[in-house]
C-alpha cells in the first residue's frame, strides 16, 4: 500500500504545468483574493468558539513569556534562554497585539471588509494601470493559453468597472448602514460581481466570456435581492434570475452553435477560420451569433430585451442599481464589441443590420417609455435602455472596413461617461430614497430643491448630463456617437439619435421641474421635517462623479485620448 | 470488416437509446407526479451518457452521470421533500397552455434539427481514434485553465449568495 505512494511518478504521464501569467490575469485575482479575505474575516470572527480558542492562546502565550524568562533566570538548566525567552515573549506581545486587532476587527467588522475591499480595488486599479503601459509600449498580447486577452479595450473596460466598484462600495457601505442589513457579504459579493466583470473584459474565449458572464450575474441577482425589508427587491431578485438565467442559456446557446460552425472557441482562432468561410452562408455561424447577441443585449438592456430593466431597476437597493447601471453594462458591451468587432468583423454584413435595428429601437422605446412613467428611478431605467441604444450606434459603425476605429472609441467613451452619470444620478436618488427606499417618485422630488439646493443642483446637473446638455460630459459622449456614425455616412441614425434624445431631454427636465417647484401649493409635502442625511461616502461619490462630468464635459480630451488609444481588440 | 459491423451495432444502439430518451423527455412533462418527473429526468440524462460512451467519450460520460444522475437529480429530490411540494399525483401540474407551449417547441426542434443536418450531415464521427481522458485532463488544466479556475469564483459567489439568501435572522 505504501508503494503506491512511494513510487516516482511517471514523467510521461505527468500534466505539463501552465504557465501564470500573473499581469495578465492580476486584477481579477487581486479583487478575489479580496472578497475571499471579506467572506473569511466575517465568518471566522462570527464563530464564537474560535474567540474562546483565541483568548486561551493568547492568555497563554501572554504569561508564558514572563514565566519562561523568570524560570530560565534562576533555573539550573543551562541552555540559551535569552533568545528562546526574548523569541516567547515577542510571541506573547505579537498574541496581545493580534487579539487586539481581532477584538478591534470583531467590533468593526464592516469597516475592516471596507478597508480590505478599498485595498482590492487600488490594487486591482494600480496593475490595471501597469497592463496600459505595457499595452502602450508593446503592444496587446494574448496568455493563459489565449484565454486572456491584454489589449486596450480589456484595460479601458477594466478601468471603468474598477471606479464603478469604487462608488459601488461607497453608495454600499451608506446604504448598509442606514438599513442596518448585513455588510460584509454585500462587499465581498461586489468584489466577486466586479471580478466577474474583469474576467470578462478581458476573456478571450467564449467559454471564459460564459463563465465571467455567470459570476457577475449570480452576483447582481443576489444583491439585487439583498434587502431583506422590502418584499421589491425580492421580487426584482427573482426576475431579474428568472429572464437572467434564460438569457444566459440563450447565449450559451449561441457559443456552443459558434463552435459546431467554426471549430473553436477562441475568439482569435475563430477570426481567423472565419476568412474561409466569407461569403458563405453558413446556418449554424448565424444562428450561433444571433442568440449570443440576444443573450449580451439582454445584459447591456438594449430593447427588445429590455423588459426586466425597469422592474429591476427600481425593485434593487438604489446602490446596486448604480452599479448594474455603469459597471454592468460596460462589462457587457466589453463582451459585445470583442465578439463582434473583434472576431466577427468579417461577418459585419451579416451583424450589422441586426444591432443597427436594436440601436434604434432601444433609443426609441427607451425614451418613449419613460414618458409615462412616475417613479424617477423606473424613469432612469428606460432612460439606461436609451443610452445602451446610442452605444449600440458607435458598436455597429466600429468595424475596421468602415471608416476606422472611430466607433469602438466612441462606444467606450461613451460607456465611461454614462457609467459616471448614472452613479452620481443614484448616489442622489439613493439619498432622496431615504429609509427603506420609500421616497422615489416624482411627487418624492416636489421641493426637493428649497429643502435641499445642493444635492438638487447636482442631480440636475447628472439629469442634464444624461440629456446631453454642452458643457456636460453626457454632451460630449452623444456628440463623439453621432460624429462615429455621420463619418461612416450613416445619417439617418444619428438623426434617429438625436431626435429620440430631445425626447429623452423632456424626461429629464420632468424630474428637474419637479424638484423646482410644486412646493408652494403645499398640496405635496414630501420632503418636509428633517434634512436628508447625507454621509461621507455617498459626500465622496457625488463630490467625484459630478465634478468628473463637468470636468469631462469642459477638457473632454483625456479621456477621449484614452479611449482612442483603448481601440485595439484582441492581439494580432 | 469489424469495422462496418460495429459501426451497424452502434447505429443500431444509437437508435434504441433516442427512441428511450426521446420517450423519457415527454414522459417528464405529461407525467402527473412530479417525482416521477425527476426519474425520467433519470432515464434521459442516462441516455445521453449511454451516447457519449457509444461515441467513445467516456470522460464526459461518466461527469454525466455523476453530476447529472449523482447530484443534479438527487437535488431535485431533496428539493421536492424538503419544500413541501406534493409527492403523489397531481391533477393540476400542466396547465392550459401545453397546446400552446407545442408551437414553440416545434418550432426551436424544427430549427435545431435543419441546422444541425446542414452543418453536420456529411461529417463522420471517427470512431477509431477516440478523445481520451488524458486529452480532456490536458485540455482542462492547459489551455482552459482559466475558464476552469473562474468557475470556482462562481461557485463562491453562488455559494454566498445562497447563504445571504437562505439565511433568517
Not at chain 1, 21 to 50: E, K
Not at chain 1, 256 to 262: F, R
Not at chain 1, 396 to 423: C, H, R
Not at chain 2, 89 to 103: Q, V
Request: a neutral charge; hydrophobic letters at 60%; charged letters at 10%.
Amino acid at each position: 500500500m505504501l508503494a503506491l505512494f512511494t513510487q516516482p511518478i511517471d514523467a510521461a504521464r505527468m500534466i505539463a504545468v501552465p504557465k501564470i501569467d500573473w499581469l495578465a490575469i492580476g486584477p481579477p485575482v487581486v479583487l478575489f483574493t479580496a472578497a475571499l479575505a471579506i467572506v473569511l474575516l466575517a465568518s471566522l470572527l462570527r464563530g464564537r468558539s474560535l474567540q474562546h480558542d483565541l483568548d486561551d492562546w493568547v492568555v497563554l502565550c501572554a504569561f508564558a513569556g514572563p514565566i519562561e524568562f523568570w524560570l530560565g533566570r534562576f533555573s539550573a538548566i543551562r541552555y540559551n534562554h535569552d533568545v528562546f525567552s526574548i523569541i516567547v515573549m515577542l510571541a506573547g506581545i505579537g498574541s496581545v497585539a493580534f487579539a487586539m486587532g481581532v477584538s478591534i476587527v470583531r467590533k468593526h467588522t464592516f469597516a475592516a471588509s471596507l478597508v480590505i475591499a478599498l485595498a482590492g480595488v487600488i490594487s486591482a486599479v494600480a496593475i490595471t494601470v501597469a497592463q496600459w503601459n505595457v499595452v502602450r509600449t508593446s503592444g496587446s498580447f494574448t496568455s493563459m493559453a489565449g484565454a486572456v486577452a491584454v489589449d486596450g479595450m480589456a484595460v479601458f473596460v477594466m478601468g471603468v468597472v474598477l471606479v464603478a466598484t469604487v462608488f459601488g462600495l461607497l453608495l454600499g457601505t451608506s446604504w448598509i448602514r442606514r438599513e442596518q442589513l448585513e455588510g460584509p457579504e454585500f462587499l465581498a459579493l461586489l468584489l466577486l460581481c466586479a471580478t466577474g466583470m474583469l474576467v470578462m473584459a478581458s476573456a478571450n474565449d467564449l467559454i471564459v466570456v460564459f463563465v465571467a458572464l455567470e459570476v457577475f450575474s449570480i452576483a447582481l441577482y443576489v444583491m439585487t435581492a439583498f434587502d431583506r425589508h422590502r418584499i421589491e427587491s425580492q421580487e426584482a431578485g427573482l426576475k431579474y434570475f428568472l429572464l437572467g438565467a434564460f438569457s444566459s442559456a440563450i447565449f450559451l446557446y449561441g457559443v456552443a452553435l459558434t463552435y459546431g460552425a467554426t471549430g473553436s472557441t477562441n475568439l482569435v482562432t475563430i477570426r481567423e477560420s472565419l476568412t474561409g468561410l466569407v461569403g458563405g452562408d453558413n446556418g449554424l455561424l448565424m444562428v450561433g451569433f444571433a442568440l449570443m447577441l440576444v443573450g449580451l443585449g439582454f445584459k447591456v438592456a438594449a430593447a427588445p430585451f429590455h423588459m426586466w430593466t425597469p422592474d429591476v431597476y427600481q425593485g434593487a437597493p438604489t446602490p446596486v442599481t448604480a452599479f448594474m447601471a455603469g459597471a454592468t453594462k460596460v462589462a457587457a458591451f466589453g463582451a459585445l464589441l470583442r465578439i463582434f468587432v473583434g472576431s466577427f468583423d468579417l461577418l459585419q454584413t451579416d451583424w450589422r443590420p441586426a444591432v443597427y435595428g436594436l440601436a434604434i429601437v432601444s433609443m426609441i422605446v427607451g425614451s418613449v417609455a419613460a414618458i409615462v412613467q412616475t417613479d424617477v428611478k423606473r424613469m432612469l431605467a428606460y432612460s439606461s435602455i436609451a443610452h445602451a441604444g446610442y452605444v449600440l450606434i458607435g458598436v455597429q459603425v466600429a468595424t475596421e472596413s468602415n471608416g476606422g476605429l472611430g466607433g469602438t472609441s466612441a462606444a467606450l467613451f461613451y460607456l465611461g461617461i454614462y457609467m459616471l452619470m448614472a452613479v452620481g444620478a443614484f448616489a442622489v436618488i439613493q439619498v432622496v430614497g431615504r429609509a427603506r427606499e420609500t421616497d422615489s417618485s416624482l411627487d418624492d422630488y416636489k421641493g426637493l430643491a428649497r429643502k435641499e439646493p445642493v444635492l438638487a443642483g447636482l442631480l440636475t446637473l447628472f439629469l442634464l448630463a444624461q440629456a446631453g446638455v454642452p458643457l456636460t460630459a453626457g454632451f460630449v459622449a452623444k456628440l463623439t456617437v453621432f460624429k462615429a456614425a455621420v463619418d461612416a455616412g450613416q445619417f439617418q441614425i444619428a438623426l434617429i439619435g438625436m431626435l429620440s434624445a430631445t425626447v429623452a431631454a423632456f424626461v429629464y427636465l420632468r424630474i428637474v421641474l419637479s424638484m423646482y417647484s410644486g412646493d408652494e401649493h403645499g398640496s405635496a409635502t414630501p420632503v418636509e421635517g428633517n434634512r436628508l442625511t447625507v454621509d461621507l461616502p455617498v459626500r465622496i461619490t457625488i463630490s467625484l462623479t459630478a465634478a468628473l462630468v463637468l470636468l469631462f464635459g469642459v477638457v473632454p480630451g483625456w479621456l477621449l485620448d484614452v479611449a482612442e488609444h483603448a481601440t485595439s481588440i484582441l492581439a494580432g | 470488416m469489424l469495422g462496418a459491423q460495429l459501426l451497424v451495432a452502434e447505429n443500431a444502439f444509437f437508435y434504441v437509446i433516442a427512441a428511450v430518451m426521446a420517450y423519457g423527455a415527454i414522459r417528464v412533462v405529461t407525467t402527473n407526479n412530479i417525482v416521477h418527473a425527476a426519474l425520467y429526468l433519470v432515464v434521459v440524462l442516462a441516455g445521453g451518457a449511454a451516447q457519449y460512451l457509444l461515441l467513445g467519450q467516456e470522460f464526459v460520460a461518466w461527469v454525466q452521470v455523476i453530476v447529472y444522475i449523482g447530484a443534479v437529480i438527487v437535488l431535485f429530490l431533496f428539493g421536492i421533500m424538503l419544500t413541501r411540494a406534493p409527492m403523489k399525483a397531481e391533477e393540476k401540474l400542466t396547465n392550459d397552455l401545453r397546446g400552446a407551449a407545442l408551437i414553440p417547441t416545434g418550432l426551436l426542434a424544427a430549427i435545431l434539427a435543419t441546422l444541425c443536418l446542414d452543418a453536420f450531415s456529411d461529417k463522420t464521427v471517427d470512431l477509431v481514434s477516440p478523445i481520451r481522458t488524458k486529452a480532456v485532463t490536458s485540455a482542462i488544466f492547459r489551455g482552459y485553465l482559466v475558464p476552469f479556475e473562474v468557475v470556482g469564483v462562481l461557485l463562491l459567489g453562488a455559494l454566498i449568495g445562497a447563504v445571504v439568501l437562505a439565511r433568517r435572522d
